[in-house]
Nanobody
Framework: VQLQASGGGLVQAGGSLRLSCAASGRTLSSYAMGWFRQAPGKERVVVAQISRSGGTTYYADSVKGRFTISRDVVKNTVYLQMNSLKPEDTAVYYC????????????WGQGTQVTVSS
């Protein structure tokens, strides 16, 4: 499966962005999906995850209550709605897919830059 992340940009603190992760090659309903981010000089960390069915989600404490992960089966796309953005949310955001038998994420998008100004 090929993943294409988009939607990043420059936004002021308190603003919102919606990231999209469009898939091609296979249907995303076969995969658990995740959004990760990597800030300059830091390791890549998980931000949010959603199960194959969409019924279970996970959020990092730092984004809980502000970010929402969702998936659209028809559009074969996963979204990350980001509200109340903070400067510390500045990072490159990546989407990733994990197959049903995988213990780790197998497929990664190219990343999209999110910059939050204070």
């Amino acid at each position: 499966v090929q993943l294409q992340a988009s939607g990043g940009g420059l936004v002021q603190a308190g603003g919102s962005l919606r990231l999209s992760c469009a898939a091609s090659g296979r249907t995303l309903s076969s995969y658990a999906m995740g959004w990760f981010r990597q800030a300059p000089g830091k390791e890549r960390v998980v931000v949010a995850q959603i199960s194959r069915s969409g019924g279970t989600t996970y959020y990092a404490d730092s984004v809980k209550g502000r970010f929402t992960i969702s998936r659209d089966v028809v559009k074969n796309t996963v979204y990350l709605q980001m509200n109340s953005l903070k400067p510390e949310d500045t990072a490159v955001y990546y989407c990733a897919a994990k197959g049903p038998l995988s213990l780790q994420y197998d497929y990664w998008g190219q990343g999209t830059q999110v910059t939050v100004s204070s």
